[in-house]
């Protein structure tokens, strides 16, 4: 029965992993692609489209690894 | 040897020893070191080094950076007198990390404890610059939204309290998941020479060495660059949440 709840938790944490993957790399990318777009329509706002593509893209990494933590959680239970 | 005894040892803070102050048993960890040797580095290396003119303009170049991109443009021109708080946060977040990727150094910021205490202290400077705009009265006022219907107060008060302390959590955890997460993978990839060398020597030797340092080397340079920008992100949103304190509308 131990050798069940060691099992079960692996799989939750590794399917957790990777969805944890899809969601922020969904996200961040839709931001790198409007970053890029509108730096081709206006080459000036370069700096700036940059400063903020980098805040937004760190905001969506701290709720990742929020999620990954849990999925860590779940791995290391004896 | 088990996974979590490699963790505890490779990842978790070890204590050395532990002194009696009044009663208390402080102990004295690997952590604290790096903290000192980080604390000291920057209060006593810097105006050292800054009489050689090379390395002046360019703390000068970073100082000027956090003033200006920072300070300056989150919170407005009056308030670029909290410069002094940002650039010790940014300079001291940044030795921390950098620290733990030099051989038997360890992240300081890799504790959760010590990055909750920067959040703790994000927090308390954050209200501290409230109180001080806007009167204790006026702080607590413009916690919620001006221009609602009464009744929407009670629902809404308890809501934007908690979206503070949500915000310094997130603050907290991003910090110490970047600097803990590089660590872990490289634990992993070193790890795996060992646990195929159980399978067969040779193969271990031709295949997995060559692959795993390569894959390491990688992994150290992108942890040294999640260093700087961990440490850019602590204080921009720092400075933005600050700013949308000082100026509500």
């Not at chain 1, 079960?8 to 931001?31: E, P």
């Not at chain 2, 193969?203 to 942890?223: G, H, K, N, R």
Request: charged share 10%; hydrophobic share 55%.
């Amino acid at each position: 029965m131990e050798n069940l709840y060691i099992g079960l938790g692996y799989i939750g944490a590794t399917l957790g992993a990777g969805l944890v993957l899809i969601g922020a790399g969904t996200g961040i990318s839709k931001i790198a692609a409007s970053a890029c777009e509108g730096t081709a329509r206006q080459p000036e706002a370069a700096q700036n489209i940059r400063t903020t593509m980098i805040i937004a893209a760190a905001l969506i990494e701290g709720l990742a690894f929020f999620a990954l933590i849990v999925c860590l959680l779940g791995v290391l239970n004896k | 040897m088990e996974l979590t005894e490699i963790f505890k040892h490779h990842i978790l803070d070890h204590t050395y020893t532990a002194i009696n102050i009044a009663g208390f048993t402080l102990p004295i960890t690997k952590h604290l070191i790096m903290m000192w040797i980080a604390g000291l580095l920057l209060i006593f290396a810097i105006p050292i080094l800054i009489k050689n003119s090379y390395f002046r303009s360019a703390i000068e170049a970073v100082v000027i950076f956090v003033r200006d991109e920072i300070v300056v443009s989150n919170m407005g021109e009056k308030h670029a007198k909290y410069t002094g708080y940002f650039c010790s946060l940014f300079f001291f977040i940044l030795v921390c990390n950098l620290i733990g990727i030099v051989p038997f150094g360890a992240t300081a910021t890799g504790n959760i404890s010590v990055t909750g205490a920067l959040a703790l202290s994000t927090f308390l400077f954050i209200n501290f610059a409230g109180i001080k705009e806007h009167g204790l009265v006026g702080h607590v006022k413009s916690i919620a939204p001006q221009g609602i219907p009464w009744w929407l107060y009670p629902i809404l008060f308890p809501i934007e309290l908690l979206s503070y302390v949500t915000k310094t959590f997130a603050l907290c955890i991003r910090l110490f998941a970047n600097m803990i997460a590089g660590h872990f993978v490289l634990l992993s990839l070193i790890g795996m020479i060992f646990i195929f060398a159980k399978v067969s020597i040779v193969a271990d030797l031709v295949v997995t060495v060559p692959f795993q340092i390569v894959m390491s080397v990688f992994i150290y340079l992108l942890e040294i660059f999640v260093a700087f920008l961990q440490a850019y992100i602590f204080t921009v949103l720092t400075a933005i949440f600050t700013g949308a304190v000082l100026n509500p509308h």
